[in-house]
């Protein structure tokens, strides 16, 4: 008898679960990886790379991509994990206490939706890194609203860590989601390296949703019980 009523109950629990955690998956980010702007190995491509926008960029060759090359980092071809394929962005800050980057407009925020943004962050052979910064907005550019920011710097040379930062909507959202990657420059370590940039979004049932599938469970649970106490 126990039988029949726990496999109901597992089920039940199964579709509970499904209910808060169906459709998540990955946002296309374009030139996730910054490949499509080839650069020769060992060289650079000293223009913003395709699919992002700029702000505050000091010269025309302080934000591209990248191809390592063995020089700055030595497993290169395709690049150490945790970043992905040959070449990788880099932004160089030269001003001090000023902030510079690139950010994409993702398209509309969207409601009861939980974020996470993961970017693989570099760290060179000669020391010359800051820490990377992600960021999560809620608008078109680099002056929307921050809705998450993070980042950092592996603390071991010519290594790739993952960075992430996380972010959820109510019931209540507008305007659109912009991913932003950027440095601050100090004067002396002024470059920060970033790759392999994913993001994900999962729909969290609204308070609503979650009590009525709750109640329903906890019906089929006093049905069950009712059931067996019958059979006795």
């Known amino acids: 008898m126990k039988k029949n009523i726990l496999k109901p109950l597992a089920c039940g ?8 955690t169906a459709q998540a998956g990955s946002l296309t980010v374009n030139n996730f990886s910054f490949e499509q702007d080839v650069a020769g190995v060992g060289n650079v491509v000293t223009t913003i790379p395709t699919g992002w926008a700029a702000y505050n ?8 991509s990248q191809n390592a090359g063995g020089t700055d980092y ?19 800050m030269f001003n001090p206490s000023v902030t510079g980057g690139i950010f994409q407009d993702i398209g509309l925020l969207q409601p009861n939706t939980d974020y996470t943004l993961t970017v693989a962050i570099g760290s060179r052979n000669d020391r010359i890194n ?15 609203s921050l809705l998450a920011t993070g980042g950092g710097l592996p603390v071991t040379q010519n290594t ?28 002396t370590t002024i470059q920060a390296d970033f790759d392999n940039v994913r993001l994900t979004a999962s729909p969290v049932p609204e308070p609503g949703t979650c009590a ?17 106490t019958a059979s006795i």
């Open 13 to 20: 629990g199964a579709v509970l679960l499904a209910l808060t």
């Open 57 to 64: 960029e000091a010269g025309s060759s302080d934000i591209g």
């Open 74 to 92: 030595t497993v290169n071809n395709p690049l150490a994990a945790t970043a992905d394929a040959n070449q990788y962005l880099y932004i160089n």
């Open 130 to 144: 800051s820490s990377g910064i992600i960021s999560l907005l809620n608008g078109t550019d680099n002056t929307g």
């Open 160 to 187: 790739w860590e993952d960075y992430s930062i996380n972010f959820t909507t109510g019931n209540t959202v507008s305007g659109d989601l912009t991913i932003g990657l950027s440095v601050l420059g100090n004067g």
């Open 212 to 228: 009525l599938v709750a109640a329903g469970f906890g019906l089929m649970v006093v049905g069950l019980r009712r059931k067996s």
